[in-house]
């Protein structure tokens, strides 16, 4: 469909909800609302859009006399200057969205090469969401936290709860990679080591529906760090997905009730991503060449601790300011450059 097509689109479906929700002859007036609300930004873009089309052409005509042209010169100047802007303002908002870019996510970090070092690491990746979180007013739930000996974290998991958190977050998922001199190395040698971060969406009910049959339940002792048992009843549950092989724990509650919830939440949550997954793998031939893949194997960002920057290696951006990144503070930067590389590229698929 032409821009101009959709142009056209958008303001007779806004125009078409006006009508429906003013007479009150609808069942469902809460999605049409929804919809309207949704679409009225779109449709105020079009209208400018289309306001600034006119006044070029207007502008183009007061050429032909003499009286007006040096002011029509100017104006048409100016329109010409501002028309490229607005029209790929235009164009964003006519993206499809993703429908998962609203939910809430599953943040999982795993340690990865580098054994203490990497545990260390991804725990200092797991208090830096933390803190983004914080400062983005969001609510960050530790699900599971599974620590080494050292205050590391061989994996941890948190919900994040707000508005926008996986439109947000989901280009954090990949490897990432730390070079720094790790707090045991007595030699002052400069490591190498990675942790895996996955950001998954937050499925509901109404995204998927898991069988009964299709689960196996296994409860078990809940047990520390070091091996020791920190409870005598069999309040840990693991739960396999037996379609998909997909299996999740969860130890953190004394209740067994409520270690069941929560691996369910995250299993849903991984299988919803499967799905979304599987979906993104057909309707392109290589995903590695999009921003947003969420590829898991991919190294998608350098922590260089002694060099104080970090690297994001998907668009070539590197920050010099690696404790701000590290506090949360300056993630957004890395976040907005990935956003709007996600935009141009499927402006360009488009066009």
């Not at 299988?271 to 793998?281: G, I, M, V």
């Amino acid at each position: 469909m032409s821009l101009q097509a959709n142009l056209e689109r958008v303001l007779a479906r806004h125009k078409e909800l006006e009508a429906i929700l003013a007479s009150g002859d609808s069942s469902d007036i809460a999605k049409l609302s929804k919809e309207l609300s949704e679409l009225a930004p779109i449709a105020q873009k079009v209208t400018e859009l289309n306001d600034m089309r006119r006044e070029l052409t207007d502008a183009r005509e007061l050429l032909e006399d003499p009286d007006m042209a040096d002011m029509a010169g100017e104006e048409i100047q100016r329109l010409e200057k501002a028309l490229p802007e607005l029209e790929r303002d235009v164009q964003i908002l006519l993206l499809p969205k993703d429908e998962a870019d609203e939910k809430n996510a599953i943040l999982e970090v795993r340690a990865g090469t580098g054994g203490d070092e990497a545990a260390l690491f991804a725990a200092d990746l797991f208090g830096m969401y933390q803190r983004y979180a914080a400062l983005k007013g969001w609510k960050f739930e530790v699900m599971e936290i599974s620590e080494n000996d050292i205050g590391g974290y061989k994996e941890a998991t948190a919900e994040i709860t707000g508005r926008s958190v996986f439109a947000r977050l989901k280009f954090e998922s990949g490897v990432h990679r730390v070079q720094r001199v790790p707090v045991t190395e007595s030699g002052g040698r400069i490591h190498t080591s990675a942790a895996t971060v996955a950001v998954l969406p937050e499925a509901e009910d109404v995204d998927l529906n898991i069988e009964d049959k299709d689960l196996r339940v296994d409860v078990f002792r809940a047990s520390g760090a070091g091996g020791q048992h920190v409870n005598t009843t069999e309040s840990a549950v693991r739960i396999t997905h037996i379609p998909s092989g997909i299996v999740v724990s969860q130890q953190d509650e004394k209740s067994q009730h409520k270690n069941r919830a929560k691996a369910m939440k995250i299993l849903r949550a991984r299988l919803y991503d499967h799905e979304r997954q599987r979906l993104a793998s057909e309707r392109a031939a290589d995903r590695k060449d999009q921003i947003g893949s969420g590829d898991r194997s991919e190294r998608i960002r350098t922590y260089n601790f002694p060099q104080g920057r970090v690297s994001d290696h998907r668009i070539n951006l590197t920050l010099y300011k690696i404790d701000k990144v590290i506090a949360g503070e300056a993630l957004d930067e890395f976040v907005d450059a990935l956003t709007a590389e996600d935009e141009a590229a499927r402006l360009a698929s488009m066009s």
